[in-house]
């Protein structure tokens, strides 16, 4: 483990199943016995949430932010001959990350959150592996099935086109495309799977419901006023696959943010979404 002298942050090398290899960036102490294992949206680099990361460290909670495979630390990047899917970031990446944190802070009790699609996996994996999830904390999330936005009809189109995309290419061009980051082609599979049919399954794993049915932790759900990419009815499509939580939901609008209150202004400057994440997490 090393300190990176600019964040305060300790960095954690971990290395998945198949060798891949990537930091984990740990903030704070645990000193409250509690620690939030973070996700980032898709495409977005561990770092960009060193913001919120330290403002729940300045409340008493301890942060771990993973980096997705193929993006940021991440050794692999994503291309003809590199792929993945759901199932490398769920059985490969995802256990050997927790399986730092825990070495780490021992004895302390774990949550799983995530912004976006991470939050997304965050409940899958919650459903995967429910000892390892003490609840979930939700930002800005929701499922990405085109019937809950507007302009459905066009979101559906690029839920057909997006794989179509990455076939050509040999990975998804988020970066040249501004959306997303540059993406494994089984990720943009198993993502638009869901968002052409509102049904969690990957490749090779199957069926995902049936385990985030039966979760039962509490769970945060924090929505952005004005955040076109995870509307109200995308976010509740995604809580109804947790039908045995207790859902706790908070919106927060422009007045209650220095900046946009969207899909990604809020990152720049998080500290009211980190107050009420760890206002309920103090609860809980």
């Known amino acids: 483990m090393e300190a990176d002298p600019n964040d305060a942050v300790r960095i954690e090398r971990v290395i998945a199943a198949d060798g891949a290899a990537s930091e984990l960036l740990l903030v704070g102490e645990a000193v409250h016995g509690r620690w939030l294992y973070w ?8 770092r ?5 990361a330290q403002a729940l460290a300045g409340r008493g909670l301890a942060v771990a932010l993973h980096e997705w495979r193929g993006i940021g630390s991440s050794d692999r990047r994503a291309g003809r001959r590199q792929d993945w899917g759901y199932r490398t970031l769920l059985e490969a990446d995802l256990p050997r990350g927790l399986a730092a944190v825990r070495a780490a802070w021992p004895g ?3 949550f799983l959150g995530g912004h976006s699609l991470g939050g997304q996996l965050a409940a899958m994996y919650a459903g995967l592996r429910p000892a390892e999830a003490a609840g979930l904390v939700l930002v ?6 085109w019937r809950n936005f507007r302009f459905a009809w066009l979101i559906g189109a690029s839920y057909v086109a997006a794989p179509m995309l990455t076939r050509l290419s040999g990975y998804f061009p988020g970066r040249r495309i501004g959306f997303g980051g540059n993406e494994a082609r089984g990720v943009v599979d198993d993502w638009a799977r869901t968002g052409r049919t509102g049904h969690y399954a990957a490749e090779g794993m199957g069926d995902l419901e049936a385990g985030m049915a039966a979760y039962a932790g509490p769970v945060l759900a924090v929505r952005l006023r004005d955040d076109w990419l995870g509307p109200a009815a995308s976010l ?4 109804g696959k947790l039908p045995r939580t207790c859902i706790t939901r908070e919106v ?4 209650e943010l220095p900046g946009p209150a969207d899909h990604f202004g809020w990152m720049k400057a998080p500290d009211p979404v980190a107050a009420r994440m760890a206002g309920w997490l103090d609860t809980v």
Do not use: D, K, N, R
Request: charged share 5%; hydrophobic share 45%; net charge negative.
């Open 39 to 46: 996700l980032p949206a898709m495409g977005v680099p561990a």
């Open 48 to 52: 960009h949430y060193l913001p919120l």
């Open 108 to 110: 302390a009790t774990g």
């Open 140 to 145: 800005a999330s929701g499922a990405p099935y």
């Open 236 to 239: 509740e499509w995604l809580l």
């Open 252 to 255: 927060l609008g422009p007045g």
